[in-house]
């Protein structure tokens, strides 16, 4: 799909930062970019799989729709969530949902979904379970694409979560974990900053002057943002997409 040419600003080895003058522009690049990652995984062998971390909330939906008309081999592409709210698949706040409705239709409806959120399951034992269905999926995963609140929170990773830390810890064990703030009504379970940098590649995207000081203020260092975590970390490559 075709975008006007931008050009492309290296920030360090593993970091590249994209502008647009509109967030169409900038949702049509990175619909673009998860589909060559996608597309290279599938074409590498007829028995490969890809895989897809997303995000949720308002950002992504449009990239979403280009995305789902991509002619991908979609049923060999598996997508899940970088994080999700402790609620029911079709319930009106769950990033499932969003997955399912804005980018698994059409073509694209033959992909599957992990669902993060099990029946009868108590969402603090949860992230054994899910973790179990993680490591059933080829690693790294094909591509990610992430989403940054003006918090600088990345998936669930909230700045107030009381084990901060260790999910931004780039070499820890857990893959994800159950996690309850003063920032969401509902608790969640969100991938570790070590799950999700196991990726071939991250797209980053975010819109608004807001979102673009506090990606600065993190890029420099010493911001307290959980952000700041993603950019320093040194194994996987990650392309930030921006626009006004």
């Not at 075709?2 to 967030?23: A, C, D, N, W």
């Not at 999700?84 to 009106?92: F, I, K």
């Not at 980018?103 to 949860?126: H, I, M, N, T």
Request: charged residues 20%; proline residues 7%.
């Amino acid at each position: 799909m075709p975008v006007p040419g931008v050009p492309v600003e290296s920030m360090s080895g593993l970091i590249k930062f994209r502008t647009y003058p509109s967030r169409q522009a900038a949702s049509a690049s990175a619909a673009d970019l998860l589909a060559c990652l996608i597309r290279g995984k599938l074409d590498s062998g007829p028995e490969k799989q890809a895989s897809l971390v997303v995000s949720g909330g308002s950002t992504p939906g449009p990239c979403f729709d280009l995305l789902s008309g991509e002619a991908l081999d979609w049923s060999r592409v598996i997508v899940l969530p970088s994080d999700e709210r402790w609620v029911p698949g079709n319930d009106p706040d769950s990033n499932e949902r969003l997955i399912r409705q804005r980018l698994l239709r059409g073509a694209a409806s033959a992909g599957k979904v992990l669902s993060f959120y099990r029946e009868g399951l108590d969402a603090v034992q949860a992230p054994r379970t899910i973790e179990q269905d993680l490591n059933n999926i080829d690693r790294p995963f094909s591509a990610s694409l992430l989403g940054m609140g003006e918090d600088g929170h990345f998936a669930s990773l909230f700045p107030d979560f009381a084990n901060l830390k260790a999910a931004l810890d780039p070499v820890g064990k857990a893959q994800c974990l159950s996690v309850q703030t003063a920032s969401s009504p509902h608790l969640r379970i969100s991938l570790t900053l070590s799950a999700l940098i196991n990726s071939s590649h991250i797209v980053l995207l975010m819109f608004g002057e807001a979102k673009r000081v506090v990606f600065e203020s993190a890029n420099n260092g010493d911001s307290g943002y959980p952000v700041e975590a993603l950019l320093q970390q040194s194994s996987c490559p990650l392309t930030v997409i921006w626009a006004p």
